[in-house]
T-cell receptor, first 114, second 108 residues
């Protein structure tokens, strides 16, 4: 069974479109994240949710809106896509009990904006 | 100053040698330290975690932590070509912050 799964794996779309990426974890973790990995392979945190509550919102444009219907799911909706949004987006989850922030990652979604 | 710094490499070592990967971090309240391995086109995979000063060994991997110097390292003994990947240092306190990664190339 896949622990953290995200769909789709690849997403090619035109500038100005709106798209969503879905993520689900079956690890029973309380915390879920979205990370963006750019062309230089730098992995940068975007959002973090703990039990459906937004706890981290790094300086991400308002065009990006995460939604967590329950603690096992965290989706990412992107409005008015721009060329610079092209990257690999990773969903991750962790238990976050005290200091334990060990995160497990999904397989990634490669977003290409043309 | 970046929160988590790593040398981008590539670090090239011969098969069978020890690969030494280093990482420094800026936030002194950090409590959790991790090393992830990422193969090209794949997702990061956790290989080591360390929480206390000193060394932690797991098979061919040894993680070293020095909180006073804000320094974490990863040693890979008997390096194999299959170890060739990007190694990401991550530091945690309520959120996990990653370094830019060090690319390791192990040549036969």
């Amino acid at each position: 069974d896949t622990a953290v799964s995200q769909t789709p794996k690849y997403l090619v779309t035109q500038m100005g479109n709106d798209k969503s990426i879905k993520c689900e974890q079956n690890l029973g973790h309380d915390t879920m994240y979205w990370y963006k990995q750019d062309s230089k392979k730098f992995l940068k945190i975007m959002f973090s949710y703990n039990n459906k509550e937004l706890i981290i919102n790094e300086t991400v444009p308002n065009r990006f809106s995460p939604k967590s219907p329950d603690k096992a799911h965290l989706n990412l909706h992107i409005n008015s896509l721009e060329l610079g949004d092209s990257a690999v987006y990773f969903c991750a989850s962790s238990q976050n009990r005290g200091r334990d922030t060990e995160a497990f990652f999904g397989q990634g979604t490669r977003l290409t904006v043309v | 100053q970046k929160e988590v710094e790593q040398n981008s490499g590539p670090l090239s070592v011969p098969e069978g040698a020890i690969a030494s990967l280093n990482c420094t971090y800026s936030d002194r309240v950090s409590q959790s330290f991790f090393w992830y391995r990422q193969y090209s086109g794949k997702s990061p995979e956790l290989i080591m975690s360390i929480y206390s000063n000193g060394d932690k060994e797991d098979g061919r991997f040894t993680a070293q932590l020095n909180k006073a110097s804000q320094y974490v390292s990863l040693l890979i003994r008997d390096s194999q070509p299959s170890d060739s990947a990007t190694y990401l240092c991550a530091v945690g306190y309520n959120k996990l912050i990653f370094g830019a990664g060090t690319r390791l190339a192990v040549h036969p």
